[in-house]
């Protein structure tokens, strides 16, 4: 990875070529910095910040593209493309892989570390900043699961189970570590207060979604036990995330005991 020296110019061409870095660079970098974003910038499902991404030209996902729209910045995922990586690395282009975060600490590092590439140092220490002050709680244990299709649960590990512990929600089920699936069964055994689930289907639409409308979770998790915060928001550091931390705070503030 390429440190921006001290005194060098901002980057004025960037160019992401991944989802996560799309959120960042939309959120930390002057409208007039970013070159293009990725294919996949304005979908709902998959970005937190769609509507923001459709004002800005996407790419294929080429080195070729981002040497022709003259990136003199180019963002990639933590693993992949290796040969777009090779290609601009040997044209002189900077590259930045953007590191997977698992807790809010690793996830402020990378929103520190992106800002101070693209020139905005003080944008990164904000948005930190906002990151903390989401995470203001009263006292007082609460227990939750987070429960997905197919009855998985993002463990304590996670992004999503730090945000939890850090919001003042003891995750249910520590031993799932970065993540595992949890019965129905075990869910009833367990009893967390609360479920966290990310866009909870209304009604059953496939075997995965039957789960978590099974007649036992209906009855023990009304709409008040339970916390929605959509999958979206926890999956990039970003704004997003103080979305999704907000959510969880505020769930956890509103739970019955």
Known sequence: MVQLSPGLAAPGRVVSLNLCADQLVLALADPGQIAALSPFATDRASSAAAEVAKAYPRTRGSAEEALALGADLVFLGPLDRMATSRLLDARGVQVERMAFPSSLDEAKTIIRRTARL???????EALAARLDA???????????????RRGYASGPRSMLGDAMERAGLAHAAPETGFGGFVSLERVVALRPDVLVLNDPPARVADQGSALLVHPALARLYPSERRISVPAVLTVCPGPGLVEAVELLAAGRAAAPR
Do not use: C, D, I
């Open 118 to 124: 693209l020139g905005h140092p003080e944008r990164g």
């Open 134 to 148: 989401a995470l203001q709680v009263t006292t007082g244990r609460v227990t939750a699961l987070p429960y997905e």
